[in-house]
């Protein structure tokens, strides 16, 4: 790779556009270019203009004092420039550019508004991306490939650490340098990336725990409702089917006493029927008539405590089953009943025909209907407390109950006795009225069965009352679900389950409400708390990714840089004898010991290396690393280059330039009159050193020197004309010495 143009155009003196053709490679050697001119002709504006478009952003090394100053100010005569742009066409097919073009062109642009932009094969591109591609070929703002006027003697007196970047680019470590330090900026970024990624992590931890407790105790809530709800299935269902199951088997015995009471009913209908027609053939005696009188009257009286026991008993079912019964408007119904049951009584004792019994008969089938309704209307037992209150009425009229049995009894036997004194003249008639009261004894003990079991499903239907609503209050959606499931289990079985759904109705009390949003808001913290601690994870193994990375460019940069450095050592003494016939020099790496001490204890504590004190021992690696040079001319004792001569410090200069060129060639190198210090007989010597070198380099240099002038091969002349602006004028010296010949 070489340089073949340089394009100039307002660029400080140079105004106009201005054109540098470069010799191209002959043979095993490269031409050289020298640049001559008087002084002030702009001549030395080529070095600045290179430096400049490699990168340079000092006003102060391209001799400005601010960034507008490179471009052209005008004179008397002309006005100042716009623009200033530079560019620089490279040969690149040997490919030191790692750009698979065979040409690279690299320009730069200054507007006088402040704006400016670097140009890379015609299209805008970054600094950091073309000083990249700069260093990866050797040729870098920084590198020695523009040795511009005065660096001689700055080389010699510039700091040692200073010393050492330039020394960097001369062993050919920079591009890896600034690999590393990218990688060590990467990782600065990276650590605070992951120090916050760590912030959110500590941040988000309390809350996603606390989060996991409320979901845990959500689907314990859950386990315990599955729990409950088979519980209280099994004995809904069960308790339900037993009361249904105890329903129908009262309800067929109450079919069962209804059909009884009926045929009941019609034997004493027929008895009655039969009597009636005995008394119409039959005179009955005064006695007899009083005493049925008698008898009519005690069962009428019996009724009325029947339907006072009634009303009693369904006011103890009612207050039990919490259920709110009209008491006046039941007791009412009973009198009306009582009353009716009177005028069936009085219709019964003045009836003559058998359609008279007919009709009463239907009479006696209407009241114990409606005696049926109003007992319906009676659901529940008393309770404990509600029976002490009516128990003691209940008492009193089951005694009176008794009493007017008793008499009833009486009436009867004394009917009997009667009946057995006129048994001669009434037999016929005596025995169906024995048979009558038989029928109504019988009669009477299936009303009192039939009331107890209308009683019996009041109670039952109380209880379906309380069952439904305890089942609508916990379960109202699947209560009719539950009333059809078969029964898992006796109702004494279902009973014991009782403690076991108290107790989880308990503890889902304790857990309480819990927001099902919480479910919603867990998955996303989860999620979130998830991908931090991969964040985490991945940016810890990009820390280490990246540490190992400058450790193994850290030991590659040392590895190059000491071999370079010991080799440029070397041949800096060789040159440095071959100019000062005689003489001592060497470059010494101060910190050199150090590093040694740190590689053993790197060797030695692997382990170190990762924690974060790696880190900054990989910054620290060459900070304080500095380049002292040391050089003795023959038959002197100097302990400090400060005290060399001017000719000295450029021999010395060049002597070091020669031997970093030997070792580490850049792809081009201008130097900007560094021989201007030398007499004549050094300045041979350096135009010696120039043609050995050119066979490793492309050489561009700017000088006044004859002798250099002289092993140049292609010089241009720089004037000034009186507009200001700098005028490039060019021969090849091999032509001019044709023209010269006589």
Not at 195 to 200: G, I
Not at 665 to 694: C, G, H, Q, T
Request: net charge negative; with cysteine; glycine share 4%.
């Amino acid at each position: 790779m070489h340089l073949t143009r340089i394009e100039i155009q307002g660029f400080k003196s140079f105004a106009d556009k201005t054109t540098v053709e470069l010799p191209v490679k002959t043979g095993e050697r490269q031409l050289i270019t020298a640049v001559v001119g008087p002084n002030g002709s702009g001549k030395s504006n080529i070095a600045d203009s290179i430096r400049w478009v490699l990168g340079e952003q000092s006003a102060k090394v391209v001799r400005g004092k601010k960034s507008e100053d490179v471009i052209f100010f005008g004179s008397a005569s002309r006005g100042h420039g716009s623009m200033a742009e530079v560019s620089l066409l490279f040969n690149n097919e040997d490919g030191a550019f790692p750009v698979d073009r065979p040409e690279i062109r690299i320009g730069r642009r200054l507007y006088r508004d402040g704006t400016s932009e670097y140009v890379l094969n015609g299209e805008v591109s970054r600094l950091s991306d073309i000083q990249m591609l700069l260093t990866k070929a050797k040729v870098g703002r920084e590198s020695y490939s523009v040795v511009a006027q005065g660096m001689i003697d700055h080389l010699l007196l510039m700091g040692g650490s200073e010393r050492k970047t330039f020394f960097d680019e001369a062993t050919g470590v920079r591009h890896l340098q600034i690999k590393k330090d990218q990688s060590l900026r990467k990782l600065d970024t990276t650590g605070e990336n992951l120090a916050k990624a760590k912030l959110l992590l500590e941040e988000i931890g309390p809350r996603l725990r606390s989060l996991t407790r409320q979901v845990k105790r959500l689907e314990e809530k859950e386990t315990l409702e599955k729990e409950l709800l088979e519980f209280q299935k099994k004995y809904f269902s069960s308790v339900w089917c037993s009361l249904e199951e105890e329903r129908a088997r009262w309800e067929q015995t109450l079919k069962q006493v209804e059909a009884d009471l009926a045929q009941k009913d019609a034997a004493i209908l027929e008895t009655e029927k039969a009597m009636g027609t005995l008394e119409k053939e039959e005179t009955q005696s005064a006695t007899v008539i009083r005493l049925q009188r008698e008898y009519r009257q005690a069962l009428e009286e019996r009724q009325t405590l029947r339907e006072k026991e009634f009303s009693l008993r369904s006011a103890m079912v009612s207050k039990s089953g919490k259920k709110t019964i009209d008491i006046e408007s039941a007791a009412a119904d009973l009198r009306g009943a009582h009353r009716e049951y009177k005028d069936i009584l009085k219709e019964l004792e003045n009836a003559q025909s058998i359609a008279d019994l007919a009709r009463l008969k239907n009479a006696f089938a209407a009241h114990a209907e409606r005696l049926e309704k109003i007992l319906a209307r009676i659901s529940s037992e008393p309770t404990e407390e509600e029976n002490k209150e009516t128990a003691a009425p209940l008492e009193a009229l089951r005694k009176e109950l008794e009493a007017a049995d008793a008499k009833i009894a009486r009436i009867q036997k004394e009917l009997s006795d009667t009946n057995r004194k006129e048994e001669s003249q009434k037999s016929v008639f005596f025995t169906r009225q024995k048979e009558f009261f038989q029928k109504q004894n019988e009669r009477r003990e299936v009303e009192r069965r039939h009331s107890d079991i209308k009683i019996e499903l009041a109670k039952i239907d109380v209880r379906r009352s309380s069952l439904l609503s305890e089942l609508s209050a916990g379960m109202k959606e699947r209560a009719e679900e539950i009333k059809q499931l078969p029964a898992a289990m006796s109702a004494a079985e279902a009973q014991a389950l009782l403690p076991d759904i108290e107790r989880l109705k308990r503890q889902l009390e304790w857990i309480g409400g819990i927001d099902p949003e919480i479910i919603k808001e867990y998955g996303e913290t989860k999620e979130r708390h998830e991908f931090l601690e991969t964040q985490c994870r991945d940016l810890d193994q990009t820390i280490q990714s990246l540490l190992e990375l400058a450790r193994d460019l850290e030991v590659k940069i040392q590895t190059q840089f000491k071999e370079s450095f010991a080799l440029i050592n070397e041949r800096f003494d060789a040159f440095f004898k071959i100019l000062f016939s005689g003489g001592q020099s060497k470059l010494v790496l101060t910190s050199e010991a150090a590093d040694e001490k740190e590689d053993e204890q790197t060797s030695a504590a692997p382990e170190a290396q990762e924690s974060a004190a790696a880190l900054e021992a990989i910054k620290a690696k060459l900070q304080n690393q500095s380049i002292e040079i040391h050089a003795t001319p023959p038959g002197k004792k100097i302990k400090n280059i400060s005290m060399l001569s001017g000719g000295e410090k450029a021999l010395t200069s060049v002597a070091l330039i020669s031997a970093i060129l030997s070792v580490n060639p850049p792809p081009f190198l201008l130097l900007d009159e560094v021989d201007a210090a030398l007499d004549e007989s050094n300045s041979m010597r350096f135009a010696k050193i120039l043609s050995e070198l050119a066979a490793r380099t492309q050489l561009i240099v700017v000088t006044h020197n004859r002798a250099t002038m002289q092993a140049a091969d292609f010089l241009y002349g720089v004037t000034m004309g009186k507009d200001g602006a700098s005028k490039l004028l060019s021969i090849k010296l091999e032509e001019g010495l044709e023209l010269a010949r006589p």
